[in-house]
């Protein structure tokens, strides 16, 4: 019997069929119209529009491909990188403080809560992993990648993939080389070919390999084609050498600029409108510019897909799990443990941190009382139970006295009669996030002069039967519309609070300075000042209680950098926000600082303890398909605490960087040592071949460096012949 609804494919594939055989099948008996259907959002574009301006990402997901009279479901997508952008949600710290994290089973475990959270509110694919790599601290969504290094992004990506997967579908993005901001819709980013695979695509592959569902390609052109229309990237890279089994959808509102170049391309599903293609595509099937057989193949990878996760997306919970007591206790987990801390000197010959509960706090800044959760464009999260840090140290400590920092010498004035003065500084969304501004005003031609009326009704028939979802306070003061954050014009703190930290520290010699930011800060001019620091990033709904329990001792900071914090911008590589055209290399990040001999403010994988470790007895070995090292991690001190052991290799080849090949954190009691093994596949040596286009396998000569951070002066090193 031909299959002819999902319904029959859903049973075919149940009976042991294979779910592409399938979806040929089905497509095979769809109509012309519904064929096309399935190509773009299901939305109208300007009713969207209005939607979307009057809140509506936050409403509902948005839908496509879904086709009632076959009971075909489509998709139901939802952003949520630190949590579901649609309902009341709870609020996770941001991608790169769970980078600090270096704790995959973590980052799979708030995975499993995001992805929870999303199909309870009736979404099904998540737009939740954004791995483009930190290339410059100025970019403006830095935070919600997992950080400067393609192995560690994409163990961490591969991680949370695992733990949405559980619920809903998961979609990796911005395919690719989508490292700035402000000119995402009109920059052409030119990298050759080592870069592109060595650098800026193994962390993409990797959560191919980890079986993503989904991939969303990016707004930026790259080597002179726009991403959504990149046949190279799409088809050759994705799906051809890498086997990608999935499908493919675009950017929003803009992701694409022609119809058929896109779909002849690969890119399978136009988001979130019906907007080019559903103007132009007709057209271009009548005239040959794209085929019927390019339509049927995007419908059959979608379907197809659809039917590999029908188990897991046939499931729903009831919508008591979005922000839920579990998950509340898991998000403050998380903000303990992506604290990272950079300075914890001596006063009066002890460590200032960890503190006592009996100590009187002078809790000092702007956003000690402010609900700081990062950015306020698509990964917004409308959690309604955030607790500042002002909440969490007031309920963790005897005294915790107040003061906006406003008038730095009131300030001081607090501070003078306290134990010890906590000053929290940084940025909020209006510095850095998603860029909602100005554009090239030639993408105005890319709307269509109207709506189709029956779309539209369907649409509205939609938006009045979705429930409500209260508006946080926090977000109701805001400016109409997405904020317009953007890369940042500095990478150092406002000079206020610089201002603010000299003089509460001049006041108080037992001053804490509080870091809220989504990368690396400069804190060149300031950081001698004082004799802590921590880096407590954007921290989700429990960030305050998470700093008070670093802050106490109750849990042992073990967060290590996942970036390179430099002394100064001459360090790093160019960056220019406004670039019409702009090339990547492969040195950015730890091994740019390696290469030019420089020292960083604070090295990639650095972070303090309250204790201290060391390597005991490490060694390299080559065993078959893997290089392993092995060896001992000690407890020297008195607390119980966990390190990350990390492996770099030195490779033969003139001119190629080192890399991070492998890393592992570990729990050690106090006092103890715990073994450890870091296997490196073989494979995750080789280099790419530039005239080729395929990978050259790793011979010759290596270096090992068995570390607890770049440029560790303790590490362990050891060659192997390959």
């Known amino acids: 019997m031909t299959v ?4 029959e494919a859903r049973a075919a594939v149940n009976e042991g069929r294979e779910a592409a055989e399938v979806a040929r099948e089905l497509v095979g008996s769809m109509s012309p119209e519904d064929r096309l259907w399935c190509l773009d959002g299901d939305a109208p574009t300007w009713a969207g529009l209005a939607f979307l301006a009057g809140g509506g990402y936050h409403r509902a997901p948005f839908l496509a491909a879904k086709v009632d009279h076959l009971g075909l479901p489509g998709i139901a997508f939802s952003d949520g990188p630190r949590g579901a952008v649609v309902g009341n949600a709870t609020c996770f710290p941001v991608t790169m403080a769970r980078g600090a994290t270096w704790d995959a089973s973590l980052e799979e475990r708030v995975g499993c809560a995001i992805g ?11 737009g939740s992993v954004c791995v483009n790599l930190l290339r410059h601290p100025a970019w403006g969504r830095a935070q919600e990648t997992y950080g400067e290094d393609p ?17 809903v579908m998961a979609c990796v993005k911005h395919f690719a080389c989508n490292s700035m901001e402000n000119a995402r819709f009109s920059v052409d980013i030119e990298v050759d070919e080592v870069a592109l695979h060595e650098v800026y695509l193994p962390h993409f592959r990797r959560i191919v390999d980890a079986g993503v569902a989904c991939v969303m390609s990016a707004y930026n052109s790259l080597n002179g084609e726009w991403c959504g229309e990149n046949r190279d990237m799409l088809t050759r890279v994705l799906r051809d050498e890498w086997g990608f089994e999935g499908f493919v959808i675009s950017d929003w509102i803009f992701g694409l600029r022609d119809a058929a170049r896109s779909l002849s391309a690969g890119l399978d599903i136009e988001m979130p ?18 085929t019927w057989e390019d339509v049927d193949s995007a419908v059959e990878r979608v379907i197809a897909t659809l039917l590999r996760f029908d188990d897991v997306l ?14 509340r206790e898991l998000a403050r987990e998380v903000a303990a443990r992506a604290i990272v801390v950079l300075r914890n000197e001596l006063v009066e010959g002890q460590p200032l941190l960890p503190l006592t509960p009996d100590t009187r706090l002078a809790v000092i800044g702007r956003l000690a009382d402010t609900v700081n959760l990062g950015d306020g464009g698509s990964s917004d999260v409308w959690d309604l139970d955030c607790r500042t840090v002002l909440d969490g140290l007031s309920d963790a400590f005897a005294v915790a006295l107040h003061d906006d920092g406003s008038d730095p010498w009131k300030a001081a004035s607090v501070a003078s009669v306290a134990d010890a003065a906590v000053v929290v500084v940084g940025y909020t969304f209006l510095d850095e996030g998603e860029y909602i501004g100005a554009t090239d005003p030639s993408l105005g031609q890319l709307f269509p002069p109207g709506d189709e009326s029956e779309v539209v009704e369907r649409f509205e028939a939609m938006c ?16 109409a519309g997405f904020s317009v954050g953007g890369d940042r014009d500095t990478l150092r703190l406002h000079s206020q609070d610089v201002d603010l930290i000299r003089t509460v520290a001049s006041a108080n010699p037992r001053t804490i300075v509080v870091v809220q930011a989504g990368s690396a800060v400069i804190m060149t001019e300031w950081i001698a000042s004082v004799p802590a620091v921590v880096l407590a990033w954007y921290g989700g709904s429990r960030a305050g209680d998470g700093l008070a329990d670093i802050l106490l001792g109750a849990v042992n900071p073990s967060a290590r950098l996942p970036f390179t914090i430099p002394a100064e ?14 090339r990547y290399d492969r040195w950015h990040g730890w091994w740019r600082f390696a290469r030019n001999g420089r020292a960083p403010a604070f090295p990639f994988g650095f972070g303090l303890s309250y204790t201290d470790f060391t390597l005991v007895d490490a060694g390299i070995s080559a065993e078959g398909n893997a290089v392993v090292a092995r060896g001992r991690l000690a407890n020297v001190g008195v607390r119980d605490g966990a390190d990350v052991v990390q492996v770099y290799a030195e490779l033969p080849y003139p001119d190629t960087p080192a890399r991070l090949v492998g890393f592992n954190r570990l729990e050690v009691r106090a006092g103890e040592e715990v073994p450890f093994e870091v296997r490196v596949p073989v494979e995750r040596l080789a280099t790419r071949d530039a005239n080729g286009g395929a990978w050259r396998a790793a011979s010759g000569h290596h270096r090992f460096i068995i570390a607890r951070f770049a440029s560790d002066p303790d590490a362990c090193s050891a060659e192997v012949d390959l």
């Open 116 to 126: 929870r959270e999303l199909r309870a509110i009736g979404a099904t694919l998540a």
């Open 464 to 479: 009045n039967s979705i429930p409500s979802t209260e508006v946080p306070e926090r977000v109701a003061s805001r400016p």
């Open 4 to 7: 002819s609804s999902f319904e």
């Open 569 to 582: 911008e001459s360090d790093l590589p160019p960056f220019d926000r406004d670039a019409a055209e702009f």
């Open 314 to 327: 046939t499931h729903r919970p009831a919508q008591d799990v979005v922000g839920c007591a579990e998950h």
């Open 273 to 290: 409108y019906r907007m080019v293609r559903a103007q132009h595509l007709s057209a271009a099937l009548e005239h040959g510019t794209v």
């Open 151 to 167: 192995l560690h992004v994409g163990e961490l990506g591969a991680a949370l993939t695992r733990g949405l997967q559980r619920h």
